[in-house]
C-alpha cells in the first residue's frame, strides 16, 4: 500500500492541469441538450482530443495516452478542479468504446474509436423501449436480415436516449431471433442516426431541455458489419457495457468530491447548526467513495476484475449524488426555489442517478443475487 | 498511488483466519460469556487462544523485533484485527496489539517483550474511549492515562469495580488508581493522541469484521429458512436489507484501510517532522482518517446488526442462537471509543474551521 503519487503521477498531474488552466473555456457553454449547446461541446471534445485528452485511458493508435486507470482518475480529479465542460460523447467514450475495444472487430475499432475520441461521432445509447425499462430482456424492437443477407433491417422504438435528441450514432440492442426467450436472441448494432427510415423526437426532461429523444425504426437499413460482437449474444455484449458502467467509468470521484466541497463552502456562507452533521456526512461520503474507487482501480492493476460488485458503486454514488443536492437545497432555505439557484440543475440531474444506468433497485437485487448469492426471485 | 495489500499480509489474514476458526468458534465465544469467574483469574481456553495469536506474532506485530515483535505497521495489523472482529475474539486485541505494545515501545519499556510473547496481558484506560477498561480483571499491566501521561500499573496497585457488558465477553470495570512518578511511562508528547487515534482504528477494523459476519449469518440463514413455499432469500424485501448492509461495509473498509496507512505514515515521520507545517497536515489527516473509518464502520455495523436481527426474525430474538453473541459486541464496540456522532464532529471540527478546496 503506498497511498502517495509518484513523481511520474504527479507529473501527469501537472500536464493536465496547464493544459486545462490554458484550454477551459471561461464562460460556461449552453447546456449540451441545446442544439447550439450540443456543438459547442463537440467543439469542446476536438479540442480536448488535439491535446489527446479526450480519453486518457485508450491506446494511443485511437487517441488516447495509453494511461492506466489511476491516471484517469488523476486527469478527471483535474478535470473537475478545472470547472471543464461536461462530456458530451460520454457515452461513447467511456460505455462503447471500452466495449468496441473488448469485442470489436480490428475494422471496427480504427473506424468508429478515432472519430469517437474526436468528438466526430456522438453517440447515444439505446436500450430502454417502452416496454422494456428496467426488464431489458423485454426488447421488441427486431433486426432482420436483408434478402442478400448484407443488412440489418431495423424496425421499432428506443426511447429515454441521452443526447438521442443530437447524435450522430447509436448503440442500440435489438432483437434478432424472435423465437428466442427473454435474454437469448438481442444483438448489439451501431446505427447511424442520419438513415432514412429513423424518426428522432426529442423529450424534454424536468429542466425543460431536451435531454432525450425517442427514436422510431422504420425499415432501417445497417451494414451486419455494424454488428458489435456475436450475433444474438447482445445482451452478454451489453452486460460488459453495464460493468464498465457501472463500476469504474461513468462517474469518477472527483465529480462528488467537488460537490463536497461546494457544499462545505456553502455551508460557510449559509451556516446551519441542524444542518452541520448533513454536511460533514456529505463531504466524509465523497471522500469514501474516492477511496473506494482508487481500492478497486488498484486491484484492477493487479489483475482483479470486476463484477457484481459494480452495482454497489453506483448505489453509492448515486444516493449520495442526492442527499448532497437535498442538503444544499435545504441550507438555501426559500432561495432554493429560485430558477437562479446554482444548485438547482445539480439537484434535478441528481434525481435521475438513481433511475439510469438500471435502477437502484435492480441494482440491490444484482447484489443479493450475484454478490450474496441469495436465491433468485420466485 | 496503489491501495492494495500485498500477497503477504494477505496470507497472513488468512493465517489469523484459519487460526480462529480452530481457536474462536462460536461454541468459544460462547464459554467466554459463560466463564465469568474474575476472582477466578483467566480461563484456560482463553489463555491458550492468546498464546496462539501471540506465537502468530499477531500480539507483538507492531512492537520492534529486538523486542519480540514482527516490527510491522498498523497497515499490516488491521487486516489481522479486523479477523478478530469476524471471529468476536473476547480477549483485548484492540487495547493489547494496537495500544498497549507500541505505548511501550515506544517509552522503551522492557515490558513490552512480555507483552508481545503474550505471556503477560496487557490492557488500557483512556479517558476518550470511555469510562471503562476492558479485560482490566484479567490483564497482567494496565496502562493508564492521566492528564498527557501514560502511567504502567501492575494488578495489586489498582482497584477495580466490574460492570457487567450487554456482551458477555467483555469483562469491563471501573479503575480506582494513583499515579505516581515510579509508574509514569517515558513518553515523547503526541504519543497519548498517536495511542488514541491507533485504537479508534483498530477497533473501527473490528467492527468491520463483526459487521462482515453478520451479514454471512443472516445471508445463509436466508438461503436456508423457507416461508411461503420459498427461501426467504428470494424475497425482494430480505434481498435489499442484505444488499444495504453489505454496501455500508464494503464502503467503509478502504476508509478503514487509509487510516491504517496514515498512522502508520504518521508514526513513521512523527518524532522527526521537518517542519512544523508537516506535523500539522500529517496529525490532520490522521485525526481525520481515524474518525472517518470509525463513523462509517460503524454506520455500517449499526445496519448490520439490525439486518441481520430482522432477516433471522424470532429465532435470531432468543439467547440460545448464536447470532447475538455478535450483535452485541457490535453494539458494545460501536458506543466504545467514541460513538459515531462523536466521531463525525471530531471530522467536522477539522474540515469546517479550514479551507477545503485545493
Keep these: ?177 424472435p423465437a428466442a426467450e427473454r435474454h437469448r436472441g438481442l444483438t448489439f448494432i451501431l446505427v447511424p442516426l442520419d438513415q432514412p427510415g429513423i424518426t428522432v423526437r426529442p423529450i424534454a426532461q424536468l429542466d425543460g431541455e431536451t435531454g432525450f429523444a425517442e427514436v422510431f425504426f422504420d425499415d432501417v437499413r445497417v451494414p451486419t458489419t455494424n454488428t458489435v460482437g456475436d450475433v444474438n449474444r447482445g445482451w452478454q455484449v451489453a452486460m460488459a457495457t453495464a460493468g464498465f458502467e457501472r463500476g469504474v467509468s461513468l462517474r469518477s470521484p472527483a465529480r462528488f468530491t467537488t460537490t463536497a466541497d461546494r457544499l462545505v463552502d456553502l455551508y460557510r456562507s449559509h451556516p446551519d447548526a441542524e444542518l452541520e452533521d448533513e454536511v460533514v456526512q456529505a463531504w466524509m461520503d465523497a471522500e469514501g467513495y474516492r477511496l473506494h474507487t482508487y481500492m478497486t482501480v488498484s486491484s484492477l492493476l493487479e489483475g482483479g476484475t470486476i463484477g457484481a460488485e459494480a452495482s454497489l458503486n453506483k448505489i453509492f454514488w448515486s444516493e449520495m449524488d442526492v442527499r448532497m443536492h437535498e442538503t444544499a437545497m435545504r441550507l438555501l432555505g426559500a432561495d432554493a426555489e429560485l430558477v437562479s439557484n446554482p444548485w438547482l440543475d445539480g439537484f434535478l440531474f441528481s434525481l435521475s442517478g438513481p433511475i439510469y444506468a438500471g435502477t437502484n433497485e435492480i441494482q440491490r437485487n444484482v447484489i443479493a443475487d450475484r454478490v450474496l448469492n441469495l436465491p433468485r426471485g420466485s | ?147 498527557d501521561e501514560i502511567h504502567a500499573l501492575e494488578p495489586n496497585h489498582v482497584v477495580l469495580t466490574e460492570h457487567r457488558s450487554m456482551d458477555g465477553g467483555r469483562r469491563l470495570s471501573s479503575v480506582t488508581w494513583s499515579p505516581s512518578e515510579a509508574t509514569r511511562l517515558r513518553l515523547s508528547p503526541g504519543e497519548v493522541a498517536a495511542a488514541f487515534d491507533r485504537g479508534v482504528l483498530a477497533v473501527s477494523a473490528q467492527l468491520v469484521g463483526l459487521a462482515s459476519h453478520l451479514v454471512e449469518l443472516a445471508a445463509d440463514y436466508a438461503r436456508e429458512r423457507e416461508q411461503f413455499g420459498h427461501p426467504i432469500g428470494s424475497f425482494q424485501a430480505v434481498k435489499h436489507l442484505l444488499a444495504d448492509a453489505l454496501l455500508r461495509i464494503e464502503f467503509a473498509r478502504p476508509v478503514v484501510y487509509r487510516a491504517a496507512w496514515t498512522v502508520a505514515m504518521a508514526g513513521q515521520g512523527g518524532a522527526s517532522g521537518a517542519s512544523a507545517v508537516r506535523a500539522r497536515d500529517v496529525s490532520m489527516a490522521k485525526g481525520y482518517a481515524s474518525d472517518a473509518a470509525t463513523r462509517a464502520a460503524r454506520a455500517a455495523l449499526t445496519r448490520a446488526a439490525r439486518a441481520a436481527l430482522q432477516v433471522h426474525g424470532a429465532i435470531g430474538y432468543t439467547w440460545e442462537h448464536d447470532l447475538h453473541l455478535w450483535m452485541k459486541k457490535a453494539w458494545a464496540l460501536a458506543a466504545a471509543w467514541g460513538d459515531a456522532a462523536w466521531h463525525r464532529r471530531r471530522v467536522g471540527s477539522w474540515l469546517l474551521d479550514s479551507p477545503v478546496t485545493a
Design chain 1, 1 to 177: 500500500m503506498d497511498l502517495t503519487y509518484t513523481p511520474e503521477e504527479e507529473a501527469f498531474r501537472s500536464e493536465a492541469r496547464a493544459w486545462l488552466e490554458a484550454h477551459v473555456p471561461p464562460t460556461p457553454l449552453a447546456s449540451f441538450d441545446t442544439a447550439e449547446g450540443f456543438e459547442q461541446h463537440r467543439a469542446w471534445e476536438g479540442e480536448l482530443f488535439a491535446g489527446r485528452w479526450s480519453a486518457v485511458s485508450w491506446p494511443l493508435e485511437y487517441g488516447g495516452r495509453g494511461t492506466d486507470y489511476i491516471k484517469w482518475l488523476i486527469f478527471e480529479e483535474e478535470y473537475w478542479r478545472a470547472k471543464a465542460p461536461g462530456r458530451v460523447n460520454q457515452n461513447g467514450i467511456f460505455l462503447l468504446g471500452p466495449t468496441i475495444m473488448d469485442v470489436g472487430t480490428a475494422e471496427q475499432k480504427t473506424r468508429f474509436l478515432p472519430p469517437m475520441a474526436a468528438g466526430a461521432d456522438i453517440w447515444c445509447q439505446g436500450w430502454s423501449e417502452p416496454n422494456a425499462g428496467s426488464d431489458l430482456a423485454g426488447i421488441r424492437s427486431k433486426a432482420e436480415r436483408s434478402d442478400d443477407g448484407g443488412d440489418w433491417i431495423l424496425n421499432g422504438q428506443k426511447t429515454w436516449c441521452s443526447r438521442g435528441a443530437f447524435a450522430d450514432w447509436m448503440f442500440g440492442i435489438f432483437r434478432t431471433d
Design chain 2, 1 to 147: 498511488m496503489r491501495f492494495t495489500f500485498t500477497a503477504e499480509q494477505q496470507l497472513l489474514q488468512a493465517a489469523v483466519r484459519d487460526l480462529l476458526a480452530k481457536e474462536c468458534p462460536p461454541a468459544a465465544v460462547r464459554a467466554a460469556w459463560e466463564a465469568r469467574d474474575l476472582s477466578g483469574g483467566r480461563v484456560a481456553a482463553s489463555v491458550e487462544r492468546w498464546r496462539h495469536l501471540a506465537d502468530m506474532g499477531v500480539v507483538g506485530l507492531l512492537a520492534p523485533t529486538d523486542r519480540g515483535g514482527l516490527g510491522l505497521t498498523e497497515v499490516d495489523l488491521v487486516l489481522l484485527v479486523e479477523e478478530c472482529g469476524r471471529a468476536a475474539v473476547p480477549e483485548p486485541v484492540v487495547e493489547a496489539a494496537a495500544v498497549a505494545i507500541p505505548l511501550l515501545a515506544a517509552a522503551n519499556d522492557d515490558r513490552v517483550a512480555d507483552v508481545a510473547s503474550g505471556a503477560v496481558l496487557a490492557t488500557v484506560g483512556l479517558p476518550d474511549a470511555g469510562p471503562y477498561v476492558a479485560s482490566a480483571g484479567d490483564s497482567g499491566l494496565l496502562l493508564l492515562q492521566h492528564g
